[in-house]
């Protein structure tokens, strides 16, 4: 069983650049392919980059050049550094992790671009 808790949400002004950290336990996370998505107000929730295990980044392509996502196996930590954030990038946005086909989520937190 995984445990996923996001943190670093908040309110950010269009150019602006915001971190956001997920945190891990309860399972050995170095085995774990991990993510983060994004579910935007009356729309489906959409990958925004994932990570494996052995750090390959991979990002949608609304995102590449503005984000990058990495992680800590040492503190069970997966990051995903936001720059350039535009408002469209306004979402909850949740950490994910997937380990043989199960996927594990986090609450979600909250990243409002506006100025």
């Known amino acids: 069983q995984v445990q996923l808790v996001e943190s670093g949400g908040g309110l950010v002004q269009p150019g602006g650049s915001l971190r956001l950290s997920c945190a891990a336990s309860?399972?050995?996370?170095?085995?774990?392919?991990m993510g983060w998505y994004r579910q935007a107000p009356g729309k489906q929730r959409e990958l925004v980059a994932t990570?494996?295990?052995?750090?390959?980044?991979n990002y949608a392509d609304s995102v590449k050049g503005r984000f990058i996502v990495s992680r800590d196996n040492a503190k069970n930590t997966v990051a995903l550094q936001m720059n350039s954030l535009k408002p469209e990038d306004t979402a909850v946005y949740y950490c994910?992790?997937?380990?043989?086909?199960?996927?594990?989520w986090g609450k979600g937190t909250l990243v409002t671009v506006s100025s």
């Open positions: 994910h992790a997937a380990l043989w086909g199960v996927d594990y």
């Open positions: 990570i494996t295990t052995d750090s390959s980044p």
């Open positions: 309860g399972t050995i996370f170095r085995i774990y392919g």
